[in-house]
């Protein structure tokens, strides 16, 4: 047995977290009772040969207290033991009522953790005193045949016994190995002095934590309960206080406490203490409970205090838990037409169009307009639909339900459990009678868990504080670039506020999708010849330079990469009656006429048909005019602000260099019409394994490549991206992929591809460009991966770029880690 006195250091693999910190705190000079310690070793023996070793006599003095203290702690362990050593002749000395409610307790607790007797037998209608115990030690005799044990050290013999036989029982193996045990895991046990928390002056127990656990910033808070032990204050029953309830000089010494701890272990802290007459112990201390924002700010504090190292703050702050800093809120005074009130599942504010399908969010997003995602309750279907919408609703569920879970994850803006809302005929009815059908906006305010009708005000999140001080720190470590695939102006902005370098994609087709461009497009599409084309793209030719010259002048300084036109052209076409008349009129055509038209456009299988560079090639006019509309916006840009910028041009969906070429000479013989004024880089995106496996051959007639994971997983895998939804949950859960290979790169396979390309690109062109663009460049594992493989930088939608840059300094932190 180990003495707890601040002289011997533990060992976390044979004593346990609790011993060790015990161990540590005295060490640290904190009040903390005097015991000792059995190791994990010991205890089983214990439980294997019955036979409990000699207890110090000292310390079977007084009453004591035995606790777990599991190899981990998140294995459970059963619960502690109080007031060990209570008997006839050992009453404390807390008043006679006080001292035999302390007994009578203990008689229970005995009988039922260690003889295993059921509560009830000790259910004894009376007040507390000595009658009331002598009946429980009668019915303990009648239950056992034998008296209730007056010697301190058989009653503590028998509890190490138990609790040791206990920790080895199956339910308990099986549950601490559901948790992922080991099965061997062990448990020290401490026996210590008790702290009574009840008698004389100021005496009771409580839990202190130093810190905010939303904000982060330093405060005292907790919960004591005078006349208590044990876990008395924290669960229910009589009421506890605040803290404020004690007297300033013990505040002031919890916070003293709470400083040494803070430097001793390196992180903010939650104590569990007792009084004892007026004397302050320390029973346990654990890491400060903490939502996302505390802990980014106690991680950044703690740096600043020199308590722990930066990189250990980069280190420590999870980066999908900065979503929450990201996000708008509903402005304080701001008018709210509530519809209904849920429960707040993932933080911030979205006003969006309302839809009911995944598809339909998508489809949205594809336009570039916000939706919100109603839905009863979510399921994997739905993902990608979460993943799309600006915010989502369920009316079902809780705060671990499917839609709860993924939005969190996402960082998307999300209610769970509106139950007073209903979803019938396609309507979404509220309580109030209100309908709403698809198209109507809402507002989720994913902090409060109300849904608003229409567009609230918003307030930006503030980006400064300890955010900006960690970003900034992540900043100077890391090396690997972080892009944004921003398609519009606001997309850019936003992007630039979350401190992006440059954007990685921009999807020219999302600009063409604006009602009064649409029906140009499809005149483009629907044209007869060369020239009625050419008539068309005239006209779209001031549209998409007005577009570039916005970009270029938001992203002043910083690369803008614009994405050759990528989808099957059918997309554009129009799909109900009116539409089809709307275009027939415009075009001098009959209806009939374009519906013959835009039939002769689909295709079996469009994701792999005249879609990317193939548009490219066999209708060559489009990407002219989008390369004309970008040489000429940077030059307006670079003539108004004086700042060069350098666009880079990015074929989609290529498979084969020769296409490269055809398009590179297309694009060359338009910069020289222009009189070659613009520098310029042409790149590729690499999205089939074809393009992957001959990335050396691409990299000579390319400056970058970059990866649209998206499409090179769906054509990896042979799985489409679209439908992946139906069956994705059962996979992850029968273990066939480990994780959606959509939101987390398949290293093994995806990744292969990613590091051959990598490597036969860079030996054919040392120069050459790497980045990557798929969704994968806001997933903090696909960073790392990136990061790894030599990229250059990794792009990823705006809300994601801080995720994305803290990911990859992390990465550069573990990279420089020696192996
Ligand atoms: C991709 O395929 O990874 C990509 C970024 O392009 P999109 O998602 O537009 O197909
Ligand atoms: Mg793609």
């Known amino acids: 047995m180990i003495p707890l006195d601040g002289k011997t250091e533990l060992d976390l693999a044979r004593h346990g977290m609790r011993a060790c910190r015990q161990a540590k705190m005295a060490a640290l000079g904190l009040p903390v009772p005097e015991g000792v310690v059995l190791s994990a070793k010991a205890v089983a023996e214990i439980a294997a040969t019955g036979q409990v070793p000699a207890i110090p006599k000292t310390l079977l003095k007084g009453l004591l207290s035995l606790r777990a203290s599991p190899l981990n702690p998140d294995w459970g362990g059963p619960t502690a033991i109080l007031n060990i050593g209570i008997s006839d002749s050992t009453l404390p000395d807390v008043g006679a009522q006080e001292a035999h409610r302390l007994y009578r307790r203990f008689i229970q607790n005995y009988a039922f953790s260690v003889d295993g007797l059921e509560a009830e037998a000790f259910d004894i209608d009376m007040p507390d005193g000595p009658e009331r115990v002598k009946r429980c030690k009668a019915s303990y005799l009648a239950e056992m045949e034998e008296d209730f044990p007056q010697s301190p050290e ?60 939303k904000t982060g910033a330093p405060r005292l808070w907790g919960r004591y309960l005078p006349q208590s032990q044990g876990q008395d204050a924290l669960i229910g029953g009589r009421k506890a206080q605040g803290l404020e309830a004690l007297p300033k ?40 409970k903490r939502g996302s924002v505390a802990a980014l700010r106690i991680n950044v504090d703690l740096a600043k205090a020199g308590v722990i190292s930066r990189n250990d703050a980069i280190l420590r702050t999870e980066p ?32 969006g169009h309302v839809v009911f399908t995944p598809e339909a969010a998508m489809t949205m997003a594809a336009q570039g307009q916000p ?82 009708f229409g567009a609230a005000e918003m307030t930006q999140p503030s980006l400064d504080g300890p955010f900006k001080t960690l970003m900034g720190w992540a900043d100077e470590v890391r090396d690997l670039k972080v892009r944004a695939n921003a398609d519009t102006p606001d997309d850019a902005r936003l992007a630039r506020r979350f401190g992006v370098d440059g954007i990685g994609l921009c999807r020219t087709e999302h600009m063409f999708f604006a ?48 994405r050759l036109l990528d989808p099957p052209l059918h997309e554009f076409m129009p799909v109900d009656e009116a539409g089809i008349a709307a275009l027939a009129q415009a075009m001098g055509m009959s209806a009939v006429q374009v519906a013959r038209r835009a039939e002769e456009l689909s295709e079996v299988n469009p994701m792999l048909g005249k879609r990317g560079v193939r548009i490219g090639i066999t209708m060559p006019e489009i990407y002219e005019m989008q390369a004309r509309a ?73 400056a970058f490549l970059s990866f649209g994971t998206n499409d090179l997983t769906q054509m990896t895998y042979g799985l489409s991206r679209d439908d992946a939804g139906r069956f ?77 840059r803290l990911a990859a300094a992390q990465a550069s932190l573990l990279a420089a880690l020696p192996t």
């Open 154 to 213: 058989a009653q503590l013999k028998a509890c190490i016994l138990h609790m040791a036989r206990a920790w080895n029982r199956p339910s308990a193996r099986i549950l601490r190995q559901a948790k992922g045990a080991p099965v061997e895991s062990g448990m020290g046990l401490i026996i210590q002095r008790m702290a009574l928390g009840i008698g004389r002056g100021i005496t009771g127990s409580g839990v202190a934590q130093m810190v905010d656990d």
């Open 249 to 288: 000089t013990i505040q002031d010494q919890l916070r003293a406490h709470g400083q040494v701890l803070s430097k001793g272990f390196g992180d903010a802290f939650q104590v569990e203490f007792t009084l004892d007459n007026g004397q302050l112990w320390l029973l346990d201390a654990q890491p400060a």
């Open 320 to 351: 999908q838990a900065l979503g929450e800093h990201l996000h708008p809120q509903i402005a304080a005074n701001g008018p709210r037409d509530i519809l209904a009130t849920g429960l707040s599942a993932s933080p911030g504010a979205a006003t």
């Open 371 to 452: 939706a919100i995602l109603v839905r009863v309750e979510t399921g994997a279907d739905d993902i990608r639909g979460i993943h799309a919408a600006s915010g989502v609703l369920a009316l079902r569920g809780g705060m671990t339900s499917h839609a709860a879970v993924i939005a969190r994850g996402l960082g998307v803006p999300c209610i769970v459990g509106a139950d007073e809302m209903r979803l019938e005929d396609d309507r979404l009815i509220c309580p109030d009678g209100r309908r709403l059908k698809d198209g109507a906006q809402i507002t989720v305010d994913g902090t409060t868990g109300q849904v608003l």
């Open 515 to 562: 009602p009064e461009r649409v029906q140009v497009m499809r005149q483009m599409i629907l044209a007869a010849d060369a020239t009625a084309r050419w008539a068309a793209l005239e006209r779209l030719l001031p549209m998409q330079k007005a577009d570039f010259v916005e970009l270029f002048e938001i992203m002043r300084g910083q690369p803008v990469t614009i």
């Open 630 to 702: 970008i040489f000429e916006a940077a030059a307006q840009v670079f003539a108004s602000t004086g700042d060069a910028v350098v666009p880079e041009i990015m074929i989609p969906l290529v498979s084969a260099n020769r296409e490269v070429e055809l398009i590179k000479a297309r694009v060359e013989a338009v910069a020289a019409r222009l009189g070659g004024m613009v520098a310029y880089k042409l790149g590729v995106m690499v999205e089939t394994p074809r393009a992957a496996l001959r990335a050396g051959d691409l990299a000579q007639s390319s």
């Open 728 to 804: 994705m949950r059962e996979y992850v859960q029968q273990g066939v992929f480990a994780e959606d290979p959509f939101h987390s790169l398949d290293v093994e396979g995806v990744g292969e591809l990613l590091l051959i390309a990598a490597q036969r690109g860079r030996a054919a062109n040392p120069e050459l460009e790497l980045g990557m663009c798929g969704e994968h460049g806001g997933d903090p594992a696909s960073v790392r991966f990136c990061k790894v493989a030599g990229f250059d930088y990794v792009s990823c939608s705006p809300y994601r770029v801080p995720i994305a």
